[in-house]
């Protein structure tokens, strides 16, 4: 899996490593990576804790029982925005997830079963910005394992578990880590996106039976991220070891390693032995190879720096008096420090003395006086304060401190007192004394004293908090019983002594602690429970508490936010399937927060699917909207908690009958639960025709804030409706592909890390579509990569997709864009921005502005593709050049030149780009290049760019003058506005010429592409100039602000050698990748010579769905898990090229200019190399990137120039295949791909056949030049458009050498000629608006320009039509500049005037159609209409011509429903009164409203012999039909007979049924079989009736349109249900128009020629 992404913050905030959200969180053993023991924020009153008020709040009984014992300390942690979990885990190897309020187990989850009693031995440790807590677990048989988990999900994290097992020591190759004799007790370690583990083995060990030595001692160094092992240290060395020495195990009686932060722990070794021993002094900078009783200090986990070793190591030794019974506490510096010695730490062995130790000299072996150990009175260079022995019989745990009231530090003894230790000062110098005891005395084991405040340490607040054993007669000094006294004294003693505030008994242990939060204790138990102290509810009588237990069950609690896809995979079965399950479980359980995604309509049908839940009123969806096949998206909000979701299918062509299902919603919501925030569709523009919208600079305010904003975790939802808008740019008109009406651009998607993110996505267009989220990694949710034919099927037409996705690995710039042929050149792309406001970076600026580089092209790529890749006219395969360049959308073009296709040109108003700032204030700018070819040089006048991010990576500020920003690269950089108040360029230039680009730019480019930086309030216009020799930085030159060395390359990895070439296939130019595998030096043949070319069938369907070897075209090669691979780019071409990785960051290990393989470097920087998914490869030059085959998936490695992609310089990866194989082929991609494979059978042909490739085709009329209706006319070619798959042409104004010149809001006549004047198409096909003219072979077609004389004029090969399109071309409409009307006794003046001036119909370019809206009649109405009361109307029409010609359309053309008198069309208005009056210019059909319901004022049922009453009683009450708006019809579902029914439903039996509706004068009308001729005939004797058929279910649904009074049963009305239906003429076997029912000719007594026409 993808390694977890986290950020090692740079900002110098604190000394500390681990990063609380709350205050109060404890995330680490001692509350902090020094080990203070102290908790200063921990809400405990010591006025509470001396009172009644103080008792047991809760203890929880753990479902592992007496055994499950809790000895670690609990952890808690908030997950934003203020959730605080408490986080627990046991010897019996459980975690467990607990409420800190009132104990209740919110989660839990068993790693298996522990050996020797000592599963989870250490205290874990969590990530406090993501929530990832680790620990070890040792498994029986014998395994040690480090576990990497979400501490309240309780899931694995990418990378882990990681296995100990067999390593090997990094110092000392022959030691090999064996679980069974190690225990991994002292706490982890979290440090610089490092953890730490530490062993130790407890007992001899023959060597000749091992490869690990008698009480070895380990660290182990894994990175938190990937999971991979840096280091394992031996604190053996090598040789010692082979000589027979052993020990150095590293125990520290649960107390773990220390760290400041600056790269280095340190921590404590025990008794170990050497040949001979240690007998020479050693200073502690030249550490021996073996560390035994000794203090390390390591740098990076694994090299020794300094340390210490008592002068008497040997004497130690002998009476086991190791110094590993404690870990290292490093006292906080702001109080106990001096001059002379910075930082102090204490140690403490076993038996004594106490020391208080230099961390920066730590004081080596006998460095003092008489080879004893440094004394600072003697030697103040170092520092060894050994004042005193402590008492008792010794020390198993670590100090405790208080840093404030003068600062004291606590010593716990065994069989002794607690000490209170106070700085002082001697002669200036730091010291410290002896200052009280406390009066308990403890036995043999002891946990380390802790102390608490109020309010970040207020003076007198201060608790001291001992666990011990009652005391115990020497002789049972190591029974260590678990009858513990927890104790609590005032911190500060008063005359000498400590006073008790409290104490309790409780069974807890040696090597443990508390955590104090929230004013409570929470310790665990020996016996199997979590216990709280702190203030009870009302005052108990008692001041001594004993712990009482209760249990607490387990709730079956999963583990994360699931998804469900919900779906019918064949209509003849009436039942869901869910995620491949089949049936779907019923109900279906699931939680607050679940995605469920129905997917029900997978066969073709005219309407979608609408699933309504049960209860009344409430909806889950109000239907798809009349798409068909579509999915939607229910995000079970917390409200729905203990509630059950009833849902149906009632459009059942695609499903079956009788489907229903029910969401159970779990009562209790999981603490992953997240509210769902459900954006907007992004900003729709008004568009005119031609469309003016642009795009304004995205700014987003970021509110000032320190370090660690709490913040919420959410579902985001977007809804993309992709179509063809037109927009300008740089001022030119043109086609673009846009999202929600509006250019593509203005739909970012934004959300915070860990967000999950749904897309759906509407394709509108022609043709199929894909989106790809260019940078995700998507761990996990490969098939939502959005690689048309590698990650999915693409988006056919008129369909939708759901992605969903997580972006807890992600953060930063990213963008999305079409991922299927050459849609994104046309502008479908737009930013992706992820935040994370836990991240001090975003605590630096105040602004965050995204700043869009692209280059533009005015002609379709689907016009310029195929001329690109024709070899035959270009033969060099040069790039097409882009027209413009845009930041944000906005450009210039030079309208003076010329431009292909004769588009219009104007000033675009909103260029150049403006970017305001307030003086002194920091913006973040993310820079991005969402071009297609062209790299921008950007860069702003007088100011520096500090880079803080590359492609997703957050960097250590970087300060630079100018970027170079290639093509899907990201920059984010942070700009100081500290230059006087004024306005200053900002400069995208676009590079041309070699090596940047091949081709010849056109006369109308302006590479030099501007926007401008604005102080606030400066008006001047811009006078700034560049920097002179600007500096700019290679991709080496950054360094990732998280380290995270490269992997080395090992044998079983992959060494590979990528070369291309283009060369043609069939005349068209084609790439030719090749990937060649180098071992040993020598590189081999290239694994595939194809040019990649995927199939129908995409790549995850292939893999994950057959579990087969990809087809040679995919140009693929396979990754095994965990493999490491490196890719050595070499380019052999005199063009620079972008090579973006999917799925990954790389490595950037070199990158250079080299004429061969053989000069290619093969040494690199391994430490921290830069990180990045897109790189360039300079002409002539080489890149060598690595990075780890670590996220299951197919992924794709591709040069990012479009242009390159449309040739097939790609390849594949598939990484883990297993891992593929065993996450499966999602329903929903199945189901994208069944909907994609059913247009490509049905309109892939009729969409873009061409019958008259090759031929001219061309526009001719009275403006031609020459002869009228001349086939010659030069100016009116027309050319194919393979993207709308139709010809155009577009004038700006009449061709100069017209016969008859044009001009604006002027009506010409033309044609379409065919093959030079062979063939002419107008009028006579019935299509365009008739001139009445019949010049030149037919009649004309007439156009009306527009205003400024430009139209554009179409011709569909497939069907003849032609038609103009002025100024729209979305629509064809026949009555473009009519007067539309409508027209009724409600009309001002006289009934049905043409003239009515308050019925102005307007065109809907979109809807294509007219329309006018009443609120009310008008107030000069001859009647005015009522609501509810029927009235009539027309549409009247008059041609835009002298005298007038009115044309009436109503009821005649059979659409609406007629009114007794003649023609007449009738309407209701609403109750509102109001109304809406549509006409289709097409088809010339009349009506109003959205849905016509004839019986909106009365009551519609369904009756039948299960109605209450007798047989068709129509006073049933329980079948009272819904009337359903998106349908226009009304509905009813049986589930089951409805109450009182005289006769009970069976399932899988048939019935009669009629629908009733009620007359206005009380009546009854039966609709049925003979009625209409709709419905089945029914089974009983009265034929008129219709059939009800209900399933085993007992379900069925009647259906009842109003408007035509048809009833039916289900999905669809049939009436050939079961009857053998074909089509047949000349071209079928025998003799012509065969029927095989009847006579020759005849089908059922009618003609065959009527049935087909």
Same mark, same amino acid.
């Given at each position: 899996?993808?390694?977890?992404i986290?950020?090692?913050?740079?900002?110098?905030?604190?000394?500390?490593?681990?990063?609380?959200?709350?205050?109060?969180?404890?995330?680490?053993?001692?509350?902090?990576?020094?080990?203070?023991?102290?908790?200063?924020?921990?809400?405990?009153?010591?006025?509470?804790?001396?009172?009644?008020?103080?008792?047991?709040?809760?203890?929880?009984?753990?479902?592992?029982?007496?055994?499950?014992?809790?000895?670690?300390?609990?952890?808690l942690?908030?997950?934003?925005?203020?959730?605080?979990?408490?986080?627990?885990?046991?010897?019996l190897?459980?975690?467990?997830?607990?409420?800190?309020?009132?104990?209740?187990?919110?989660?839990?989850?068993?790693?298996?079963?522990?050996?020797?009693?000592?599963?989870?031995?250490?205290?874990?440790?969590?990530?406090?910005?993501?929530?990832?807590?680790?620990?070890?677990?040792?498994?029986?048989?014998?395994?040690?394992?480090?576990?990497?988990?979400?501490?309240?999900?309780?899931?694995?994290?990418?990378?882990?578990?990681?296995?100990?097992?067999?390593?090997?020591?990094?110092?000392?190759?022959?030691?090999?880590?064996?679980?069974?004799?190690?225990?991994?007790?002292?706490?982890?370690?979290?440090?610089?996106?490092?953890?730490?583990?530490?062993?130790?083995?407890?007992?001899?060990?023959?060597?000749?039976?091992?490869?690990?030595?008698?009480?070895?001692?380990?660290?182990f160094?894994?990175?938190?991220?990937s999971?991979?092992?840096?280091?394992?240290?031996?604190?053996?060395?090598?040789?010692?070891?082979?000589?027979?020495?052993?020990?150095?195990?590293?125990?520290?009686?649960?107390?773990?390693?220390a760290?400041?932060?600056?790269?280095?722990?340190?921590l404590?070794?025990?008794?170990?032995?050497?040949?001979?021993?240690?007998?020479?002094?050693?200073?502690?900078?030249?550490?021996?190879?073996?560390?035994?009783?000794?203090?390390?200090?390591?740098?990076?986990?694994?090299?020794?720096l300094?340390?210490?070793?008592?002068?008497?190591?040997?004497?130690?030794?002998?009476?086991?008096?190791?110094?590993?019974?404690?870990?290292?506490?490093?006292?906080?510096?702001?109080?106990?420090?001096?001059?002379?010695?910075?930082?102090?730490m204490?140690?403490?062995?076993?038996?004594g003395?106490?020391?208080?130790?230099?961390?920066?000299?730590?004081?080596?072996?006998?460095?003092?006086?008489?080879?004893?150990?440094?004394?600072?009175?003697l030697?103040?260079?170092?520092?060894v304060?050994?004042?005193?022995?402590?008492?008792?019989?010794?020390?198993?745990?670590?100090?405790?401190?208080?840093p404030?009231?003068?600062?004291?530090?606590?010593?716990?003894?065994?069989?002794?007192?607690?000490?209170?230790?106070?700085?002082?000062?001697?002669?200036?110098?730091?010291?410290?004394?002896?200052?009280?005891?406390?009066?308990d005395?403890?036995?043999?084991?002891?946990?380390?004293?802790?102390?608490?405040?109020?309010?970040?340490?207020?003076?007198?607040?201060?608790?001291?908090?001992?666990?011990?054993?009652?005391?115990?007669p020497?002789?049972?000094?190591?029974?260590?019983v678990?009858?513990?006294?927890?104790?609590?004294?005032?911190?500060v003693?008063?005359?000498?002594?400590?006073?008790?505030?409290?104490?309790?008994?409780?069974?807890?242990?040696?090597?443990?602690?508390?955590?104090?939060?929230?004013?409570?204790?929470?310790?665990?138990?020996?016996?199997?429970?979590? !216990? %709280?102290?702190?203030? $009870?509810?009302?005052?108990v @009588? *008692? &001041?001594t508490?004993?712990?009482? #237990? =209760? /249990? +607490?069950?387990?709730?079956a609690?999963?583990?994360?936010?699931?998804?469900?896809?919900?779906?019918?995979?064949?209509?003849?079965?009436?039942?869901?399937?869910?995620?491949?399950?089949?049936?779907?479980?019923?109900?279906?359980?699931?939680?607050?927060?679940?995605?469920?995604?129905?997917?029900?309509?997978?066969?073709?049908?005219?309407?979608?699917?609408?699933?309504?839940?049960?209860?009344?009123?409430?909806?889950?969806?109000?239907?798809?909207?009349?798409?068909?096949?579509?999915?939607?998206?229910?995000?079970?909000?917390?409200?729905?908690?203990?509630?059950?979701?009833?849902?149906?299918?009632?459009?059942?062509?695609?499903?079956?009958?009788?489907?229903?299902?029910?969401?159970?919603?779990?009562?209790?919501?999981?603490?992953?639960? !997240? %509210?769902?925030?459900? $954006?907007?569709?992004?900003? @729709? *523009? &008004?568009?005119t025709?031609?469309? #003016? =919208? /642009? +795009?304004?600079?995205?700014?987003?305010t970021?509110?000032?804030?320190?370090?660690?904003?709490?913040?919420?975790?959410?579902?985001?939802?977007?809804?993309?409706?992709?179509?063809?808008?037109?927009?300008?740019?740089?001022?030119?008109?043109?086609?673009?592909?846009?999202?929600?009406?509006?250019?593509?651009?203005?739909?970012?998607?934004e959300?915070?890390?860990?967000?999950?993110?749904?897309?759906?996505?509407?394709?509108?267009?022609?043709?199929?579509?894909?989106?790809?989220?260019?940078?995700?990694?998507?761990?996990?949710?490969?098939?939502?990569?959005?690689?048309?034919?590698?990650?999915?099927?693409?988006i056919?037409?008129?369909?939708?997709?759901t992605?969903?996705?997580?972006?807890?690995?992600?953060?930063?710039?990213?963008?999305?864009? %079409?991922?299927?042929?050459?849609?994104?050149?046309?502008?479908?792309?737009?930013?992706?921005?992820?935040?994370?406001?836990?991240?001090?970076?975003?605590?630096?600026?105040?602004?965050?502005?995204?700043?869009?580089?692209?280059?533009?092209?005015?002609?379709?790529?689907?016009?310029?593709?195929?001329?690109?890749?024709?070899?035959?006219t270009?033969?060099?395969?040069?790039?097409?050049?882009?027209?413009?360049?845009?930041?944000?959308?906005?450009?210039q073009?030079n309208?003076?030149?010329?431009?292909?296709?004769?588009?219009?040109c104007?000033?675009?108003?909103?260029?150049?780009?403006?970017?305001t700032?307030?003086?002194?204030?920091?913006?973040?700018?993310?820079?991005?290049?969402?071009?297609?070819?062209?790299?921008?040089?950007?860069?702003?006048?007088?100011?520096?760019?500090?880079?803080?991010?590359?492609?997703?990576?957050?960097?250590?500020?970087?300060?630079?003058?100018?970027?170079?920003?290639?093509?899907?690269?990201?920059?984010?950089?942070?700009?100081?506005?500290?230059?006087?108040?004024?306005?200053?360029?900002?400069?995208?230039?676009?590079?041309?010429?070699?090596?940047?680009?091949?081709g010849?730019?056109?006369?109308g480019?302006?590479?030099?592409?501007?926007?401008?930086?604005?102080?606030?309030?400066?008006?001047?216009?811009?006078?700034?100039?560049?920097?002179?020799?600007?500096?700019?930085?290679?991709?080496?030159?950054?360094?990732?602000?998280?380290?995270?060395?490269?992997?080395?390359?090992?044998?079983?990895?992959?060494d590979?050698?990528?070369?291309?070439?283009?060369?043609?296939?069939?005349?068209?130019?084609?790439?030719?990748?090749?990937?060649?595998?180098?071992?040993?030096?020598?590189?081999?043949?290239?694994?595939?010579?194809?040019?990649?070319?995927?199939?129908?069938?995409?790549?995850?369907?292939?893999?994950?769905?057959?579990?087969?070897?990809?087809?040679?075209?995919?140009?693929?090669?396979?990754?095994?898990?965990?493999?490491?691979?490196?890719?050595?780019?070499?380019?052999?071409?005199?063009?620079?090229?972008?090579?973006?990785?999917?799925?990954?960051?790389?490595?950037?290990?070199?990158?250079?200019?080299?004429?061969s393989?053989?000069?290619?470097?093969?040494?690199?920087?391994?430490?921290?190399?830069?990180?990045?998914?897109?790189?360039?490869?300079?002409?002539?030059?080489?890149?060598?990137?690595?990075f780890?085959?670590?996220?299951?998936?197919?992924?794709?490695?591709?040069?990012?120039?479009?242009?390159?992609?449309?040739?097939?310089?790609?390849?594949?990866?598939?990484?883990?295949?297993?891992?593929?194989?065993?996450?499966?082929?999602?329903?929903?991609?199945?189901?994208?791909?069944?909907?994609?494979?059913?247009y490509l059978?049905?309109?892939?042909?009729?969409?873009?056949s061409?019958?008259?490739?090759?031929?001219?085709?061309?526009?001719?009329?009275?403006?031609?030049?020459?002869?009228?209706?001349?086939?010659?006319?030069?100016?009116?070619?027309?050319?194919?458009?393979?993207?709308?798959?139709?010809?155009?042409?577009?004038?700006?104004?009449?061709?100069?050498?017209?016969?008859?010149?044009?001009?604006?809001?002027?009506?010409?006549?033309?044609?379409?000629?065919i093959?030079?004047?062979?063939?002419?198409?107008?009028?006579?096909?019935?299509?365009?608006?008739?001139?009445?003219?019949?010049?030149?072979?037919?009649?004309?077609?007439m156009?009306?320009?527009?205003?400024?004389?430009?139209?554009?004029?179409?011709?569909?090969?497939?069907?003849?039509?032609?038609?103009p399109?002025?100024?729209?071309?979305?629509?064809y409409?026949p009555?473009?500049?009519?007067?539309i009307?409508?027209?009724?006794?409600?009309?001002?003046?006289?009934?049905?005037?043409?003239?009515?001036?308050?019925?102005?119909?307007?065109?809907?370019?979109?809807?294509?159609?007219?329309?006018?809206?009443?609120?009310?009649?008008?107030?000069?109405?001859?009647?005015?209409?009522?609501?509810?009361?029927?009235?009539?109307?027309?549409?009247?029409?008059?041609?835009?011509?002298?005298?007038?010609?009115?044309?009436?359309?109503?009821?005649?053309?059979?659409?609406?429903?007629?009114?007794?008198?003649?023609?007449?069309?009738?309407?209701?208005?609403?109750?509102?009164?109001?109304?809406?009056?549509?006409?289709?210019?097409v088809?010339?059909?009349?009506?109003?409203?959205?849905?016509?319901?004839?019986?909106?004022?009365?009551?519609?049922?369904?009756?039948?012999?299960?109605?209450?009453?007798?047989?068709?009683?129509?006073?049933?009450?329980?079948?009272?039909?819904?009337?359903?708006?998106?349908?226009?019809?009304?509905?009813?579902?049986?589930?089951?007979?409805?109450?009182?029914?005289?006769?009970?439903?069976?399932?899988?039996?048939?019935?009669?049924?009629?629908?009733?509706?009620?007359?206005?004068?009380?009546?009854?009308?039966?609709?049925?079989?003979?009625?209409?001729?709709?419905?089945?005939?029914?089974?009983?004797?009265?034929?008129?009736?219709?059939?009800?058929?209900?399933?085993?279910?007992?379900?069925?649904?009647?259906?009842?349109?109003?408007?035509?009074?048809?009833?039916?049963?289900?999905?669809?009305?049939?009436?050939?249900?079961?009857v053998?239906?074909?089509?047949?003429g000349?071209?079928?076997s025998?003799?012509p128009?065969?029927?095989?029912?009847?006579?020759?000719?005849?089908?059922?007594?009618?003609?065959?020629?009527?049935?087909?026409?």
């Open positions: 899996m993808r390694p977890l986290r950020k090692l913050f740079l900002l110098a905030l604190s000394s500390l490593r681990i990063y609380p959200i709350r205050a109060d969180d404890v995330l680490t053993f001692g509350n902090n990576n020094e080990r203070h023991n102290y908790y200063p924020n921990s809400g405990i009153d010591p006025a509470v804790v001396n009172s009644t008020l103080w008792g047991t709040v809760f203890s929880t009984a753990l479902p592992g029982g007496v055994a499950d014992k809790a000895k670690l300390q609990p952890l942690y908030t997950r934003p925005p203020s959730e605080q979990i408490l986080f627990i885990t046991t010897e190897n459980n975690a467990y997830v607990l409420s800190p309020v009132d104990g209740q187990i919110l989660n839990a989850r068993s790693f298996g079963t522990n050996l020797d009693k000592e599963g989870i031995a250490g205290t874990p440790v969590i990530d406090g910005v993501t929530g990832a807590a680790y620990f070890t677990t040792r498994l029986s048989p014998g395994s040690t394992l480090l576990q990497g988990i979400d501490a309240v999900t309780l899931v694995d994290l990418p990378g882990f578990p990681v296995i100990f097992d067999g390593v090997a020591a990094t110092n000392a190759p022959s030691i090999k880590y064996v679980t069974s004799p190690h225990k991994g007790r002292p706490a982890l370690l979290l440090d610089g996106g490092i953890v730490y583990a530490t062993f130790a083995a407890q007992f001899l060990i023959p060597r000749e039976h091992s490869e690990t030595g008698s009480y070895q001692g380990w660290v160094a894994v990175n938190a991220t999971g991979v092992i840096k280091t394992a240290l031996s604190f053996v060395g090598e040789s010692d070891f082979k000589n027979g020495s052993a020990g150095g195990g590293s125990w520290m009686s649960g107390c773990g390693p760290a400041t932060g600056d790269g280095s722990i340190v404590n070794t025990g008794n170990g032995w050497t040949v001979g021993d240690l007998t020479a002094p050693m200073p502690g900078s030249s550490p021996p190879a073996s560390l035994f009783e000794a203090t390390v200090r390591l740098q990076n986990g694994y090299t020794p300094d340390f210490y070793i008592p002068y008497n190591q040997s004497d130690m030794d002998t009476e086991d008096k190791d110094l590993a019974s404690a870990g290292p506490v490093i006292l906080p510096s702001s109080v106990f420090s001096s001059p002379a010695h910075p930082k102090v204490v140690v403490i062995s076993k038996t003395p106490l020391r208080f130790i230099d961390y920066n000299n730590l004081g080596g072996f006998q460095q003092g006086t008489n080879g004893r150990d440094l004394d600072s009175q030697q103040a260079s170092s520092f304060y050994d004042p005193h022995v402590v008492g008792g019989i010794g020390v198993w745990g670590c100090a405790g401190v208080y404030n009231e003068g600062g004291y530090v606590y010593i716990s003894m065994a069989q002794g007192p607690t000490q209170v230790w106070a700085k002082s000062l001697v002669n200036g110098e730091l010291a410290f004394e002896w200052l009280a005891n406390s009066p005395l403890s036995s043999g084991g002891s946990m380390p004293p802790a102390v608490t405040a109020l309010n970040n340490g207020q003076a007198g607040s201060a608790i001291l908090w001992s666990f011990r054993n009652p005391p115990l020497v002789t049972s000094q190591f029974a260590f678990d009858n513990t006294l927890v104790t609590a004294y005032a911190a003693p008063v005359n000498g002594v400590l006073p008790k505030l409290w104490e309790a008994s409780i069974p807890t242990r040696k090597f443990g602690a508390a955590a104090y939060a929230n004013g409570k204790v929470y310790v665990g138990t020996t016996d199997g429970n979590v !216990v %709280a102290f702190g203030q $009870l509810a009302a005052p @009588t *008692a &001041t508490t004993t712990t009482t #237990t =209760t /249990t +607490t069950t387990v709730a609690v999963q583990t994360s936010i699931a998804i469900h896809t919900i779906l019918a995979p064949d209509p003849r079965q009436p039942i869901f399937s869910i995620d491949g399950t089949n049936p779907m479980p019923n109900p279906l359980n699931v939680y607050a927060g679940d995605v469920v995604v129905f997917s029900v309509g997978v066969h073709t049908a005219v309407e979608g699917t609408n699933c309504v839940a049960a209860n009344p009123g409430v909806f889950m969806t109000t239907g798809l909207g009349g798409n068909p096949d579509n999915m939607f998206t229910y995000i079970v909000p917390a409200s729905d908690a203990g509630l059950t979701r009833n849902f149906f299918c009632d459009f059942l062509d695609h499903c079956a009958s009788g489907m229903v299902g029910a969401l159970q919603v779990n009562a209790t919501v999981p603490p992953w639960y !997240v %509210a769902v925030t459900a $954006l907007p569709k992004t900003a @729709t *523009a &008004t568009t025709a031609p469309s #003016t =919208t /642009t +795009t304004s600079s995205v700014v987003r970021v509110a000032p804030k320190v370090w660690g904003p709490a913040y919420a975790l959410k579902t985001v939802v977007y809804e993309f409706a992709i179509s063809n808008i037109t927009t300008k740019e740089d001022g030119v008109i043109r086609w673009t592909l846009g999202v929600n009406g509006a250019a593509s651009r203005l739909s970012p998607i959300c915070n890390k860990g967000d999950t993110v749904v897309v759906i996505v509407t394709n509108n267009l022609n043709v199929p579509t894909t989106l790809h989220y260019h940078g995700l990694f998507q761990n996990g949710t490969t098939t939502m990569d959005g690689t048309a034919g590698v990650s999915q099927c693409p056919a037409p008129g369909e939708s997709y992605y969903i996705f997580d972006t807890t690995y992600n953060e930063g710039t990213y963008w999305w864009h %079409a991922h299927i042929g050459s849609q994104y050149m046309d502008g479908l792309r737009g930013p992706m921005i992820i935040s994370n406001p836990a991240n001090p970076l975003e605590a630096t600026y105040t602004n965050d502005v995204t700043v869009m580089l692209e280059d533009w092209y005015h002609q379709q790529s689907v016009v310029m593709a195929p001329q690109y890749m024709n070899i035959a270009n033969p060099s395969g040069i790039e097409p050049v882009f027209d413009s360049g845009l930041v944000n959308g906005n450009g073009y309208c003076s030149i010329p431009i292909a296709g004769n588009l219009l104007s000033q675009n108003p909103n260029y150049p780009t403006v970017f700032v307030t003086a002194n204030s920091t913006t973040r700018f993310r820079v991005l290049n969402m071009g297609v070819f062209a790299v921008f040089q950007f860069s702003i006048d007088g100011h520096k760019l500090t880079v803080v991010e590359v492609d997703g990576v957050e960097v250590v500020p970087y300060a630079v003058d100018s970027l170079l920003v290639n093509v899907a690269q990201r920059y984010s950089v942070l700009v100081t506005a500290n230059q006087p108040a004024a306005k200053y360029w900002m400069r995208a230039t676009m590079l041309t010429g070699m090596p940047w680009v091949l010849n730019s056109g006369n480019l302006n590479p030099d592409v501007r926007s401008i930086l604005v102080y606030s309030g400066a008006t001047a216009v811009p006078t700034s100039q560049p920097t002179t020799n600007p500096y700019q930085a290679a991709d080496t030159d950054f360094v990732p602000a998280i380290a995270r060395d490269a992997p080395a390359l090992g044998a079983n990895d992959l590979l050698i990528f070369t291309f070439s283009f060369s043609s296939v069939n005349g068209t130019l084609a790439a030719f990748p090749r990937l060649s595998p180098r071992v040993n030096g020598v590189v081999g043949a290239s694994l595939f010579e194809n040019s990649w070319s995927p199939t129908a069938e995409p790549a995850i369907s292939i893999v994950a769905g057959k579990n087969q070897s990809l087809p040679a075209s995919f140009d693929s090669i396979e990754f095994a898990l965990g493999q490491v691979v490196q890719i050595t780019i070499v380019n052999g071409d005199a063009m620079q090229h972008p090579f973006h990785l999917h799925g990954h960051t790389f490595f950037v290990l070199a990158a250079g200019k080299a004429s393989i053989s000069e290619i470097p093969t040494a690199f920087n391994m430490i921290n190399p830069m990180q990045r998914d897109t790189i360039t490869v300079s002409a002539y030059g080489y890149a060598v990137i690595r780890v085959a670590d996220n299951p998936g197919i992924w794709l490695f591709h040069c990012h120039i479009e242009w390159h992609m449309l040739t097939g310089f790609v390849v594949t990866f598939v990484e883990s295949r297993t891992d593929i194989v065993s996450a499966g082929y999602p329903a929903a991609s199945a189901q994208a791909c069944s909907l994609y494979n059913d059978d049905t309109f892939i042909q009729r969409n873009c061409n019958k008259y490739a090759g031929t001219d085709i061309r526009v001719t009329g009275t403006f031609a030049s020459g002869l009228q209706w001349s086939a010659n006319n030069q100016n009116g070619l027309m050319t194919f458009d393979e993207f709308n798959c139709r010809y155009a042409i577009t004038y700006r104004g009449s061709p100069a050498d017209a016969t008859v010149p044009f001009t604006g809001n002027s009506i010409v006549e033309y044609k379409v000629t093959n030079n004047g062979a063939e002419w198409v107008g009028c006579d096909v019935g299509n365009c608006t008739c001139s009445g003219s019949s010049e030149g072979g037919g009649t004309q077609c156009l009306q320009t527009s205003a400024s004389g430009r139209t554009t004029i179409y011709f569909d090969p497939v069907t003849g039509y032609t038609w399109a002025p100024p729209d071309p979305s629509c409409n009555y473009y500049g009519y007067d009307r409508v027209t009724g006794p409600f009309s001002a003046t006289t009934a049905y005037a043409p003239k009515n001036t308050n019925g102005v119909m307007t065109y809907d370019s979109v809807l294509c159609r007219y329309s006018i809206t009443y609120t009310s009649s008008p107030a000069d109405a001859t009647y005015p209409f009522m609501a509810g009361v029927a009235s009539a109307f027309k549409v009247t029409m008059s041609a835009p011509a002298t005298p007038a010609t009115i044309t009436w359309f109503g009821c005649d053309v059979g659409n609406c429903t007629c009114s007794p008198q003649s023609t007449n069309c009738l309407f209701v208005p609403s109750v509102a009164n109001t109304v809406t009056f549509f006409f289709d210019p088809t010339q059909y009349v009506w109003y409203d959205s849905c016509y319901d004839w019986y909106s004022q009365t009551s519609v049922q369904v009756t039948g012999p299960f109605s209450t009453g007798s047989e068709f009683n129509p006073a049933n009450t329980n079948a009272v039909m819904k009337f359903d708006s998106s349908r226009c019809r009304y509905a009813f579902t049986f589930n089951g007979s409805p109450p009182g029914a005289t006769v009970a439903l069976q399932p899988s039996t048939d019935y009669d049924y009629k629908v009733t509706t009620k007359n206005s004068d009380g009546t009854y009308r039966w609709w049925g079989h003979f009625d209409r001729g709709n419905c089945t005939s029914g089974v009983g004797d009265n034929g008129d009736d219709c059939q009800l058929s209900v399933n085993q279910y007992t379900s069925a649904t009647v259906l009842f349109d109003p408007a035509t009074n048809y009833t039916w049963q289900d999905s669809c009305y049939n009436p050939y249900a079961g053998d239906v074909r089509v047949t000349p071209w079928s025998g003799a128009w065969r029927g095989s029912f009847a006579s020759p000719g005849v089908w059922a007594g009618k003609p065959f020629i009527n049935e087909l026409n």
